[in-house]
């Protein structure tokens, strides 16, 4: 959508831009895209971890845990109603992993995956934000 000049262009008018935005090269969209979709598969081996360490002799397919936490993620972000897509995505978890797990397994894996995740993401801003550059104030 960025690649295109006259949706780039268009963006930056309805986010009022204070420079013109330009088009994104095709290669950084691309970068992107491969970075993007690497980490919905490291997200859904880490959810196929937890739900091994949660219920050991859990028959959950890689393959599947990778979807369902996709699914889960994509539609909790296009939830607007629900904040970080609390609810939704359990709710699409719980409906992909109830065959493989039953459903009280499940609803484990996925309260399990929001716990840790949450305490993961506030951990990482923990140990960032005190990093952060803080730019210099120009004197004139």
Do not use: D, K
Not at 16 to 45: D, E, K, M, Q, R
């Amino acid at each position: 959508m960025l690649v295109w000049r006259p949706t780039a262009l268009w963006l930056g008018r309805v986010v009022n831009a204070l420079a013109p935005w330009s088009h994104s090269p095709c290669s950084a969209v691309f970068a992107g895209t491969i970075l993007t979709v690497l980490s919905w598969g490291t997200y859904g081996a880490a959810l196929w971890m937890l739900a091994r360490g949660v219920l050991p002799n859990a028959p959950l397919p890689l393959t599947t845990a990778i979807g369902a936490f996709t699914l889960g993620y994509i539609l909790g972000l296009l939830a607007l109603f629900a904040p970080g897509g609390v609810g939704v995505r359990e709710l699409v978890l719980v409906g992909l992993l109830a065959p493989f797990l039953g459903s009280g397994g499940a609803v484990a894996v996925s309260v399990a995956s929001r716990v840790l995740l949450t305490l993961t993401e506030a951990a990482a801003a923990l140990l960032t934000l005190p990093l952060r550059h803080r730019p210099q104030e120009s004197v004139q």
